[in-house]
């Protein structure tokens, strides 16, 4: 389960586009920060995706995507032009195929392939007709769905919501959130062909009824167990509040949030309905936020802020660019089991110990965290608003602000191991242990 906020020009406080996603998978699913740099393909006349091959372009553009260990596609990430993408599981009454593209992997090759919001919504959608959907998106355990996407660059954004291969689309006046559920009811900017008439012949649109797809396609048991409503229902509001004045920080806080505006919710209280998710032993909360992505589109020099961690409430957000560099610490492949010298590990430490040391957290490293996120704003605003900024010193500056978060973990883990326990639930403690044990993380 997952949630995509987008704020357009005219709701941030800067005039520019600003896109935020958390990714909510399974508990040990290392989720990599990855950066892939801009390739010419040659001779080579096919890309293997996650299940399927399809043929390959001539060139690939520059891209930093947070993507899932063992899948070739992305939850989320972005281009040197600006693009940026995010996705949805959605649950419809069309069929799940057992092979096809992910809708992660529609993501990675439009951010490859295209320049423009609209350039990758007109090729994802004739990916998912061409090549349809399909294949197991979980690590352990079987997950089929369909997608919506968010795309946005620096200019505007759009919606696209799939059912298979039928799709509707709408471009963003304002703000826009999307989570686990259709939303897109009778107003709509594109669709595939003949949509109507297709929702008439499988029974979906009723005599007389008029065409609105989220009634016509929504799978309503899924979507409603996925929690999706109360989400979107909460970034949607949490957004509205702030428009005109969004900024990147907002977007963390979004992001953050645990439900409720008068306290901080511990995690082991927070539910599938919170916008930052905090798996437990019930069945009804498999998933976990394992990572967290904000997209800054300014017309120039484009800034990204990633997590590259789980626990978005217990990460810090780190500036990143795409400018022909990567930064190490955040290897191409990895596995579920603990590595010490992987980030994402590396904070799962201060995650799981967090979790059951909530007042200490909460009284005195959420409030560093924030001091920390404040500090690489302003330091960043400054590098820009220069101008003639260079690319090296946009690098420099990048890598320094890891580096100094690791750095802080350090100091982190040896205070937490030393802090109170807080009152936890028993189902919560049991999975956390379990998660814990079965990833081999020395805690």
């Not at 892939?36 to 001539?58: H, M």
């Not at 696209?160 to 709509?188: F, P, Q």
């Not at 909360?285 to 997590?307: E, G, M, N």
């Not at 626990?311 to 596995?335: Q, R």
């Amino acid at each position: 389960m997952c949630d995509t906020i987008v704020a357009t020009s005219k709701a941030t406080a800067d005039g520019s586009v600003i896109l935020a996603k958390n990714s909510d998978r399974e508990a040990n699913e290392v989720q990599l920060l990855k950066y892939i740099a801009r390739r010419n393909w040659g001779n080579e006349t096919a890309v293997q995706c996650t299940y399927i091959s399809i043929p390959q372009v001539k060139s690939t553009h520059e891209i930093l995507i947070s993507t899932p260990f063992w899948m070739w596609g992305c939850e989320m990430g972005a281009n040197e032009y600006g693009l940026a993408i995010g996705n949805e599981a959605v649950f419809t009454k069309e069929p799940y195929e057992k092979t096809g593209l992910l809708g992660m992997d529609i993501m990675r090759l439009a951010l490859e392939r295209c320049k423009t919001a609209y350039d990758a919504l007109m090729l994802s959608t004739e990916l998912i007709e061409r090549y349809g959907q399909g294949g197991n998106a979980g690590m352990e355990h079987k997950l089929y769905y369909h997608n919506s996407f968010i795309f946005a660059d620096p200019n505007e954004a759009y919606v696209l919501e799939t059912a298979n291969k039928h799709w509707v689309a709408i471009k963003v006046d304002g703000i826009r959130s999307i989570s686990n559920g259709l939303t897109i009811e009778e107003e709509y900017h594109y669709s595939s062909k003949n949509i109507e008439d297709y929702a008439r012949k499988k029974g979906y649109l009723k005599k007389g009824k008029t065409f609105n797809f989220k009634e016509c396609f929504s799978d309503w048991f899924y979507t409603y167990f996925s929690r999706c409503a109360a989400r979107q229902s909460r970034t949607t509001r949490c957004a509205m509040q702030h428009s005109g004045s969004i900024t990147p920080q907002s977007m963390f806080a979004f992001l953050r949030d645990h439900g409720s505006d008068h306290e901080y919710i511990s995690p082991d209280k927070t539910d599938m309905g919170t916008v930052c998710m905090h798996a437990s032993l019930l069945p009804t909360r498999p998933s976990q936020s394992v990572a967290a992505f904000v997209a800054h589109l300014r017309k120039d020099t484009p800034v990204f802020w990633a997590t590259g961690s789980s626990g978005t409430c217990t990460s810090v957000f780190m500036p990143f660019y795409l400018i022909g560099k990567e930064i190490d610490y955040f290897p191409a492949n990895e596995t579920s089991t603990y590595s010490p010298d992987v980030y994402w590990w590396m904070h799962e430490k201060i995650h799981r110990q967090a979790i059951f040391k909530w007042d200490y957290f909460q009284r005195t490293i959420a409030p560093a965290i924030h001091t920390l996120e404040d500090e690489f704003i302003k330091k960043e605003n400054e590098l820009y608003k220069k101008k003639n900024t260079s690319s090296q010193k946009y690098f420099d500056f990048s890598k320094q602000c890891v580096e100094k978060v690791i750095e802080l973990h350090d100091r982190w883990d040896k205070e937490l191991k030393a802090a109170p326990a807080s009152p936890t639930k028993l189902s919560f403690k049991l999975f956390w242990n379990g998660q814990t044990k079965k990833a081999m993380i020395p805690l």
